[in-house]
């Protein structure tokens, strides 16, 4: 039995989840049995109440609440007074905190501001505005945050988790406890290996105080991406063949120590993957432990398929007879997974969009079950007081023995209520680790507590009446969920479908069209026949200007639809001819479908008339119009998204085009040049001509008349094509060239290490470094340069590198034998002048033309003397002034992206300004631009302008007309005279 899809229409899912509910909970019941401990927590409230109702007075959506989570996700970290210092008074001192209601934290923003004259950019020298010192503020600060951590943080160790623990238990002796190492997930082979020894030493800690059944024993959370640096659906196969003997191992102690060991919850694309190592290991544990009951999952009943999930795992345990612990929770990923969902434009979103939705599913998720309790033993993570109460209800009626689950730091005055019943279990979900691994998770913490919605802000918040805070979900009604994926770009277009590789119905078209999509030869265009060719093109062009522009606009939309729907044969082709993994093929296609629709809105929009003012008894009108013939001459690294972003926006703005496609990728131009005559566009008017740029590339740009030039490659290539351009007689000739650069990203210590190298490995390294916007210097800050550069290479030691037709693999080969020579070339001048941080690895026989991620340390930013497109990246370390390293970048003489990773908001801005590149990117990978949303390129020292995929991209390509018209000619101004 495999799962649905996540994908699937949110309110049907709602539908299906209330029947199952019908007649077995009466909410009413649940909700006065819930109000007496509703009332006692605000009349009474915890020890911890302080941070409710901090959070309470200012939100997450406020300066100040938002300066409060910054601070506690990123100052544990920062190892350098004059960059905590920075932080502080960049986050306190852009906050409002009231003196009355909160003195302490005024005092702190007060002197933050004085800060911020001293320590940020732009800032005066000088003395103190406030009464603390820097080192004050900010010691303050720490400790604030410190204590922060500790409400959501057990323990620093295991030990003294163990020890809090049963301070804990003296009040409360029912209590247990699942202890749960923190620390996201691992990205080395070391960082994997360090967290399975703190998993083996925390279970040796906790057997040393087990006795009886699992029931009774505190246990432990593990997580599977903790384990394992590639754990995702691509590398199947090898996580399969490492990580289940790692986790085994971990099992293997756990029962027999009669502890409980429950598998953490993963993103939905990990869960699959998660199932069958969650199969693999109940095989072992009837076969080898049988009397174990203690392994288990935890289940989120925000997915759409949460239900089907238990319904899997109850087969799972009945088919292998043995019993588990389940933990139902809500969810982790929420904002993460909308995200995701709506970057790669699929159907549906696989989590519900609305919060009753998901408490629905998660009542009829405890009903399931509770319903299976001859294999599982539910454990239910709530603080919502009436979902206690309904799941109390629930589990009388069954006659099921279960036990409730919250979070250290959360529920305690409600469960301090419901613990008032003996005959109740609750175990503590009780995270361990030192301050600074606790960021993630505190910011997860943080954003629940204080969002509107959540059931400890409204309990915590006395407006809000018991009534209200006990609403019943079962009768509300199902919504839609919140606007599609395909709605994220709004009405006027759509956002581009793609697929989600994780999911085998998806992938599999694709797969399937590999080997029935040949690559067809495509004739090379004589540069004799280009005369009579242009004449053609021409001669259509001047038909093609009199279409109107809604209708040109709507040949561009259909071919969208149609490209769309033949996802899977262009997905073969880019794979085939340009040899692009299948991840960069699905994200090629849509790029090219966005760029089609992004366009034709655009035409629509930009060619309309513009009425101008003037004197009565005339009209004046502004109209843009075409200019005649375009050459468009696209590379290799794109050959369908640039091809096609060129070609459309010639043609959208009434063009004839010309255009020639890389010598290496002839086939992927062609499909589509093929699919926009079927579907609109004259032959005559889009002609594809193949051949070398020294042949047919000159000629086509050497033809008189030829209207513009649109180019995207090297800058020596469109600096051939400016002066021969330049060299011609007639009109002058306008060129939009898009050319690389040294792109850099600088990180200084504010940084978080972990997205920093998933940042720098996607940018630098995948996609074969074959990006214009690939990254090419690292410059990290020197106090943290050990970590993140070790970091790095324990990354870039996972990636896969080999034939891009495989779906493990990461790198593909390089486009051919002359990139393969230069990028070899320049690497070994590298190893005789560099310190060579990454050695080649192993790399199979077969492709041609692999060649692995290097990694080298240089001394100073001029040492980058050319750009080297490829999977080589270049590391500095720096010190002293961020914006000084700026000025060397842009010493370089060009750059087309640049990547600045810092949580100081004023300093990210500040360097931003400072730096000429055409696309800034903040505290994420530099590689991904979107239509519409990151139009790329731009006007500068990368290029000529404007930014493809922007709002002034299609005004390059038309000439302005104004016609003017004396109303009053004849006979005299009626419109004024009426008026008399």
């Known amino acids: 039995m495999r799962l649905p899809t996540p994908y699937r229409p949110e309110a049907v899912t709602v539908v299906h989840r209330l029947a199952q509910l019908d007649g077995r909970l009466d909410w009413q019941a649940a909700a006065r049995v819930a109000a007496p401990w509703v009332q006692a927590v605000r009349d009474n409230p915890p020890p911890f109440w302080a941070m409710e109702s901090l959070l309470k007075e200012y939100p997450i959506s406020s300066a100040e609440g ?83 951590g500790h409400q959501f943080v057990l323990g620093e160790t295991i030990q003294s988790a163990m020890k809090t623990a049963a301070q804990a238990r003296k009040d409360t ?77 971990l099992c293997e102690q756990a029962a027999q120590a009669r502890i409980n060991l429950t598998i953490d919850a993963e993103e939905v694309d990990r869960l699959e993957l998660s199932l069958d190592v969650f199969d693999a290991l109940l095989a072992r544990v009837a076969k080898q432990q049988p009397q174990w009951t203690g392994f288990g999952l935890a289940l989120q009943a925000y997915q759409t398929r949460a239900l089907e999930l238990i319904q899997h795992v109850t087969l799972l345990a009945r088919q292998h007879r043995v019993r588990l612990m389940c933990r139902l929770v809500k969810g982790a990923y929420w904002d993460a997974e909308i995200k995701r969902a709506q970057e790669l434009g699929l159907p549906h979103y696989p989590v519900f969009t609305h919060k009753h939705h998901t408490d629905i599913s998660y009542l009829a998720c405890a009903r399931a079950l509770l319903d299976a309790s001859d294999v599982i033993y539910p454990q239910f993570a709530t603080h919502n007081a009436a979902t206690i109460a309904a799941i109390q209800q629930m589990a009388a009626k069954a006659g ?77 009604a199902p919504e839609p969920s919140q606007p599609l994926p395909v709605a994220l770009f709004g009405a006027q277009r759509a956002n581009s479908m793609g697929v989600d590789l994780s999911v085998t119905s998806q992938r599999q078209p694709l797969l399937d069209a590999l080997p029935t999509t040949p690559v067809p030869v495509v004739t090379e265009t004589d540069p004799a026949a280009l005369p009579a060719a242009f004449e053609r093109c021409a001669t259509a062009a001047r038909v093609w200007r009199e279409v109107p522009v809604g209708e040109r606009a709507q040949a561009l939309r259909r071919s969208a639809d149609a490209l769309e729907a033949e996802l899977p044969r262009f997905c073969a082709l880019l794979v085939q001819e340009a040899f692009k993994t299948w991840g960069d093929a699905v994200a090629e296609v849509r790029e090219a479908v966005d760029f089609l629709r992004y366009y034709a809105v655009e035409a629509e929009r930009v060619m309309a008339p513009i009425e101008l003012p003037g004197p009565t008894g005339e009209s004046n009108t502004l109209l843009l119009t075409a200019r005649g013939v375009w050459v468009c001459i696209s590379p290799w690294n794109f050959p369908l998204a640039i091809f096609a972003g060129q070609v459309a926006a010639a043609l959208a703005t009434g063009n004839g085009v010309l255009a020639k496609p890389a010598e290496q990728t002839p086939a992927v131009a062609q499909a589509m040049v093929d699919l926009l005559h079927r579907h609109g566009v004259p032959s005559d008017v889009l002609q594809l001509h193949h051949g070398a740029g020294e042949t047919v590339g000159a000629a086509l740009v050497a033809q008189p008349g030829v209207a513009g030039v649109v180019f995207t490659g090297s800058t020596q290539v469109a600096k051939i094509i400016q002066r021969a351009l330049a060299a011609k007689d007639g009109p002058i000739v306008p060129l939009i060239a898009e050319t690389g650069g040294i792109n850099a990203m600088l990180v200084d210590s504010t940084a978080l290490p972990e997205q920093v190298a998933d940042a720098v490995v996607q940018s630098a390294f995948r996609s074969a470094g074959q990006r214009c916007s690939a990254l090419r210097l690292l410059c990290v800050h020197e106090v943290i340069a050990d970590g993140v550069i070790e970091m790095i290479r324990g990354a870039a030691r996972e990636l896969v590198v080999g034939d891009p037709a495989q779906l493990a693999t990461d790198v593909g080969p390089v486009i051919d034998r002359e990139a393969f020579d230069n990028i070899e070339r320049h690497v070994a001048r590298l190893a005789r002048e560099a310190h060579d941080l990454l050695p080649p690895q192993a790399l199979p026989a077969e492709p041609a033309h692999l060649v692995p991620p290097r990694m080298f340390e240089v001394k100073a930013v001029a040492d980058m003397t050319q750009e080297i497109f490829g999977p080589v990246l270049h590391v500095l370390r720096w010190r002293g002034e961020p914006e000084a390293v700026i000025d060397q970048i842009n010493a370089l003489g060009y750059g087309l992206t640049l990547g600045i990773q810092t949580r100081i908001d004023s300093r990210a801005q500040a360097l931003a300004t400072r730096a000429h590149v055409g696309n800034v990117y903040v505290n994420r990978n530099i590689i991904g631009a979107v239509v519409g949303v990151q139009p790329f390129g731009g006007e500068g020292l990368s290029g000529t302008g404007p930014k493809a995929g922007g709002p002034h991209y299609l005004l390059r390509f038309c000439a302005e007309q104004t016609v003017t018209v004396n109303t009053t000619a004849a006979g005299g101004n009626a419109t004024l005279l009426a008026g008399l």
Not at 204 to 231: F, T, V
Request: with cysteine.
């Open 400 to 476: 099921t023995p279960f036990e409730f689950q919250r979070l250290h730091g959360m529920g305690e005055g409600v469960y301090r209520e419901v613990l008032k019943n003996p005959l109740v279990r609750c175990r503590v979900y009780a995270p361990v680790g030192a301050h600074r691994d606790l960021l993630a998770y505190l910011v997860r913490r943080l954003l629940e507590n204080g969002a509107n919605s959540s059931f400890v802000h409204q309990l915590a918040d006395p407006t809000v009446g018991l009534e209200d805070l006990l609403v019943s979900p079962l009768h509300l």
């Open 66 to 148: 938002l300066a409060l989570m910054r601070l506690a996700e990123a100052l544990l970290r920062v190892p350098d007074a004059e960059t905590a210092i920075a932080l502080t008074a960049d986050q306190l001192g852009r906050a409002d905190f009231d003196a009355a209601g909160h003195p302490a934290l005024a005092r702190l923003s007060s002197s933050a501001i004085g800060l911020s004259k001293r320590f940020l950019p732009g800032g005066e020298s000088g003395g103190l505005l406030g009464k603390l010192g820097a080192r004050t503020v900010v010691a303050a600060t720490l400790r604030a945050v410190q204590l922060l």
């Open 173 to 249: 002796p029912s209590l247990t406890f699942s202890y749960d190492m923190l620390g996201e997930g691992a990205r080395t082979a070391d960082d994997a290996e360090r967290y399975f020894h703190s998993y083996q030493q925390a279970i040796a800690a906790i057997a040393s105080q087990a006795d009886g059944d699992e029931r009774n024993n505190d246990g432990i959370s593990i997580k599977l991406s903790a384990l394992h640096p590639r754990y995702e659906d691509a590398q199947h196969p090898r996580v399969m063949a490492e990580l289940v003997p790692r986790v085994w191992a």
